[in-house]
């Protein structure tokens, strides 16, 4: 499997010269699995250039979406495989509050974007999972589910397959102050022995409590739940729009101090937009 970050950022896009080396683009990650299955981790803004990578494919497209916010929907009318004849591209939906499922759509209508779903000759299927379902397979991998701390909520997912284990965790705030609908230690068993956790960690301690209860983690408590899991690798995820690749550097750094007190092996980086990894 060969996992590639096409977006990191959270919230907004960022362009600029200040944001050049980890990345502008919202929400996007791709997985090249062995048998040739390609797996899609949201459509935020960098999802565009990987469809000019997948464009030169016929093979069936699986999206899995976190949540409907706009910052992980919004690539989707520049990806280009949604105009391929006959491209079979299959949605699942995040399990939002509101269960719009094929709000990625709505999103091409009206005043708002020129083509209009209708008009696209892809076979786009949206395929809400049920709840009761907390694992399936897609090509050669399986994928299981868990319900983020989010306002609006959504879905966190776990991808195993050819030996190595992916855990995908954003937009999730580990300690809301608000009703959560999923613990710290349900998370650590959710991501346990991954190979690498991407997990939320938009803020640093110093943003709280103003940015407590917007749904996002302290990548302390990233670091802190990479260790609990006894994962390999974690990487920082949804970088906050303001957040400079100096910036972002220092939270890096930051967390190697905490997982040097604690002797942890566990690898922290934080995910830059073009990165790669190969398992196996
Ligand atoms: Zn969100």
């Given at each position: 499997m060969q996992l590639t970050f096409y977006g990191v950022r959270g919230s907004i896009p960022t362009p600029g010269r200040d944001y050049v080396r980890y990345g502008g683009n919202t929400a996007c990650v791709h997985l090249s699995l062995a048998d040739g299955t390609d797996i899609i981790l949201d459509a935020g803004t960098g999802i565009r250039e990987l469809g000019n990578l997948l464009i030169k494919k016929q093979t069936p497209i699986h999206l899995l979406l976190s949540h409907n916010h706009w910052d992980h929907i919004q690539g989707f009318p520049f990806f280009?495989?949604?105009?391929?004849?006959?491209r079979e591209i299959n949605i699942t939906p995040g399990m939002t509050t509101m269960p719009e499922f094929d709000q990625i759509l709505q999103q091409?209508?009206?005043?708002?974007?020129?083509?209009?779903?209708?008009?696209?000759?892809s076979q786009i299927s949206i395929k809400p999972i049920p709840e009761s379902i907390d694992s399936w397979q897609i090509g050669g991998a399986t994928i299981t589910r868990l319900a983020m701390n989010h306002p609006g909520k959504g879905s966190a997912y776990t991808i195993e397959a050819d030996g190595a284990k992916v855990a995908y965790i954003t937009?999730?705030?580990?300690?809301?102050?608000?009703?959560?609908?999923?613990d710290f230690l349900t998370f650590v068993e959710f991501a346990?022995?991954?190979?690498v956790i991407i997990h939320d960690?938009?803020?640093?301690?110093?943003?709280?409590p103003a940015k407590s209860g917007w749904g996002h983690s302290v990548a302390e408590e990233a670091v802190k739940l990479a260790m609990a899991s006894n994962a390999k690798q974690l990487a920082l995820y949804s970088h906050d729009p303001e957040r400079t690749d100096d910036d972002i550097d220092a939270v890096v750094a930051h967390c190697n101090e905490y997982t040097a007190i604690a002797e942890s092996s566990v690898s922290v980086f934080a995910a830059a937009e073009g990165q790669s990894l190969k398992f196996n």
């Amino acid at each position: 499997m060969q996992l590639t970050f096409y977006g990191v950022r959270g919230s907004i896009p960022t362009p600029g010269r200040d944001y050049v080396r980890y990345g502008g683009n919202t929400a996007c990650v791709h997985l090249s699995l062995a048998d040739g299955t390609d797996i899609i981790l949201d459509a935020g803004t960098g999802i565009r250039e990987l469809g000019n990578l997948l464009i030169k494919k016929q093979t069936p497209i699986h999206l899995l979406l976190s949540h409907n916010h706009w910052d992980h929907i919004q690539g989707f009318p520049f990806f280009a495989p949604i105009y391929q004849p006959n491209r079979e591209i299959n949605i699942t939906p995040g399990m939002t509050t509101m269960p719009e499922f094929d709000q990625i759509l709505q999103q091409m209508q009206g005043s708002v974007f020129p083509v209009p779903a209708s008009a696209l000759t892809s076979q786009i299927s949206i395929k809400p999972i049920p709840e009761s379902i907390d694992s399936w397979q897609i090509g050669g991998a399986t994928i299981t589910r868990l319900a983020m701390n989010h306002p609006g909520k959504g879905s966190a997912y776990t991808i195993e397959a050819d030996g190595a284990k992916v855990a995908y965790i954003t937009d999730n705030e580990l300690y809301p102050p608000y009703k959560k609908e999923t613990d710290f230690l349900t998370f650590v068993e959710f991501a346990r022995d991954a190979d690498v956790i991407i997990h939320d960690a938009q803020y640093m301690l110093s943003d709280m409590p103003a940015k407590s209860g917007w749904g996002h983690s302290v990548a302390e408590e990233a670091v802190k739940l990479a260790m609990a899991s006894n994962a390999k690798q974690l990487a920082l995820y949804s970088h906050d729009p303001e957040r400079t690749d100096d910036d972002i550097d220092a939270v890096v750094a930051h967390c190697n101090e905490y997982t040097a007190i604690a002797e942890s092996s566990v690898s922290v980086f934080a995910a830059a937009e073009g990165q790669s990894l190969k398992f196996n």
